[in-house]
């Protein structure tokens, strides 16, 4: 199956009660990963850009590896702009073929997040392309921009929220962040708000800030060379719980980091004579292929790919 609608993942997803599994990716060996890991798995799959990764590689670039895939893969995938911040990156997603997109305006005052989002879906939906948007605010590290307080989602508000502005999914904050610092104790995933959010709006839902942050590619970094103190993930089980609860997309970036990271610093490390570009970042793109694998099966999501045939 080819490049998809984000629809048809999120609803399909809302109705089997199943999580997509979503990756951002900025460069070719991350992408190629991600669609090589997904068809092996059989699983749908999100392929995702935010803002900087299209400021860093080009929207020309990230698009056109994904058009010129579009036939070449037997899984159904998207191609998803994450965290879009204005209507100028959202034209520009659509008018490079993107299939979904999310306008997350979260940060803004509630009245400007609708009336933007609603103007986001005028546009995205007669093309048959999926609006994602946010309502609170995660912690972390959004985009580079830094989130002192997490203020979560209120269930009521999510449902105007979504009958205001018509989106096909919503990304409510429960208690994640971004990035490998998620909380200093123990992450508090709030599960009753997501179920309240979930009852209210009864539409796909998104987690942000999901990755697991795994203690190996932490200590690995660590000891060859870097320095990543306290890093903290979400727990694997809380995934499974917030999937029965309603989720149908999760989002990882942060765990493709830390273990391309591990690998190329392990690498560099123990092949001190290796020059060639290929050879270092190679070994490292198995570290993420790993990491890719553990996720879509974590979520339940191999073998479920025939399930988005229409
Ligand atoms: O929220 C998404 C990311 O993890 C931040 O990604 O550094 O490409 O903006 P970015
Ligand atoms: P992580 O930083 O937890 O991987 O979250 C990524 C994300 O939400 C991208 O939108
Ligand atoms: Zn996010």
């Known amino acids: ?35 090589e890991v997904a068809q092996e798995e059989e699983s749908p799959v999100f392929l995702q850009t935010t803002e900087s990764a299209i400021r860093y590689a080009g929207i020309e670039f990230l698009s056109g590896m994904v058009m010129a895939l579009r036939e070449s893969f037997q899984i159904p995938f998207a191609l ?27 940060d803004s005052p509630y009245e400007v997040n609708v009336a933007v989002t609603k103007k986001v879906v005028s546009l995205c939906a007669p093309l048959g392309i999926s609006v994602e948007a946010e309502l609170g605010v995660l912690g972390g590290e959004e985009d580079n921009v830094e989130c002192p307080k997490t203020f979560l989602t209120d269930p009521q508000e999510a449902k105007d929220f979504a009958l205001q502005t018509g989106i096909t999914a919503l990304a409510p904050a429960i208690g994640t962040a971004h990035g490998p610092f998620k909380s200093t104790g123990d992450p508090q995933l709030d599960f009753e708000r997501l179920r309240q959010i979930k009852e209210e709006t009864q539409m796909p839902l998104v987690l942000h800030g ?22 903290k993930g979400i727990p694997e089980s809380d995934l499974k719980t917030a999937i029965g609860l309603g989720i149908n997309k999760i989002n990882t970036d942060t765990d493709l980091r830390l273990a391309f990271t591990a690998g190329l ?26 990491v890719i694998r553990r996720r879509i099966r974590l979520y339940g999501s191999s073998g479920t790919a025939g399930a988005y045939l229409p």
């Open 1 to 35: 199956m080819p490049l998809v609608s984000g629809r048809i993942l999120f609803e399909r997803a809302n109705e089997l009660v199943l999580a997509v599994p979503a990756f951002n990716f900025s460069n070719l060996e991350f992408l190629k990963a991600i669609l």
């Open 80 to 106: 998803h702009l994450d965290h879009g911040r204005s209507l100028e990156t959202v034209l520009l997603a659509i008018r490079h073929g993107y299939t979904s997109v999310m306008i997350d305006l979260s």
């Open 265 to 290: 610093r392990r690498i560099m490390t123990e092949e001190k004579s290796i020059t060639d570009p290929r050879k270092l970042i190679g070994p490292a793109m198995e570290e993420v292929r790993e």
């Open 210 to 231: 999901a990755s697991g942050v795994y203690y190996e590619y932490v200590a690995e970094i660590n000891r060859y060379g870097g320095e990543i103190k306290k890093a």
